[in-house]
């Protein structure tokens, strides 16, 4: 079995024509997760096995919101357009949509929970330097 043909039965059986046939703003995503999202993977790897990489959380952050602000359009896309049934069937059904969201859903939840991650894990957030005030114990005095 071929890539192609993987790719077509993946396209018949959950009814997904964007792997076939993408629009232009959906190709416009795949060109920036080839370009952008894609040499992020082996540079987080290496952070997160490491440990205790804070220097990751920048990266970390500009990609988990970039690949979450991506997933918005696509899930409306689903949700709400009236796909053709020519000449890549797209889903007709409720069940159909819900079936492809379901898809398509962990490239939304593990991107925010990544996010969610660098923003309130005392891990990746950077202690204050020592004889360094914050703003709030600067008001106090």
Not at 46 to 58: D, N
Request: net charge positive; hydrophobic share 45%.
């Amino acid at each position: 079995m071929q890539l192609r043909d993987l790719l077509r039965w993946y396209a018949e059986d959950f009814r997904d024509p964007m792997v076939l046939d993408p629009p232009h703003w959906f190709k416009s995503f795949i060109y920036c997760e080839a370009l952008l999202q894609t040499p992020f993977f082996p540079i987080a790897a290496y952070a997160f096995l490491k440990g205790g990489c804070k220097w990751i959380r920048t990266p970390a952050i500009i990609y988990s919101t970039h690949v979450s602000t991506t997933l918005i359009p696509i899930l409306a896309h689903i949700l709400f357009y009236q796909f053709p049934e020519k000449p890549h069937p797209g889903p007709q059904t409720q069940q159909q949509r819900w079936m492809l969201v379901s898809i398509y859903a962990p490239y939304l939840v593990v991107p925010v929970l990544l996010l969610l991650t660098m923003l309130l894990s005392s891990t990746y957030n950077s202690p204050s330097k020592p004889g360094s005030m914050s703003a709030k114990a600067k008001k106090k005095k």
